[in-house]
């Protein structure tokens, strides 16, 4: 019931920057938590970063400082500035919506990040 669509990744150089977008569609859920998520060939998937519908967000240790997450006003599009990527970013990213006081997640299809000189 619930569609999210990511763009906006690329290729970039060490130290370079890239954003992402997501936008979720249908039936989706008034209390929510929106999010993104990356998965590296061979790795297991982990969170980046989460954000609340009031604004709050949450990182993983290792982006903190680097990475802000926010949220469109008024619509379910979240987005994801990264800066000073490295080679250990490099990952397909996806998007996430999990709803408050339920069990249901969705996910986007994914969007490829590579960091390489």
């Known amino acids: 019931q619930v569609q999210l669509v990511e763009s906006g990744g690329g290729l970039v150089q060490p130290g370079g920057s890239l954003s992402l977008s997501c936008s979720a569609s249908?039936?989706?859920?008034?209390?929510?938590?929106m999010g993104w998520y990356r998965q590296a060939p061979g790795k297991e998937r982990e969170m980046v970063a989460t954000?609340?519908?009031?604004?709050?967000?949450n990182y993983a240790d290792s982006v903190k400082g680097r990475f802000t997450i926010s949220k469109e006003s008024g619509v379910n599009t979240v987005h994801l500035q990264m800066n000073n990527l490295n080679s250990h970013d490099t990952a397909v990213y996806y998007c996430?919506?999990?709803?408050?006081?339920?069990?249901?997640?969705?996910w986007g299809q994914g969007t490829q990040v590579t960091v390489s000189s």
């Open positions: 996430a919506v999990h709803a408050i006081g339920g069990a249901a997640n969705y």
């Open positions: 249908g039936s989706v859920p008034g209390f929510n938590v």
């Open positions: 954000i609340t519908a009031g604004g709050w967000a």
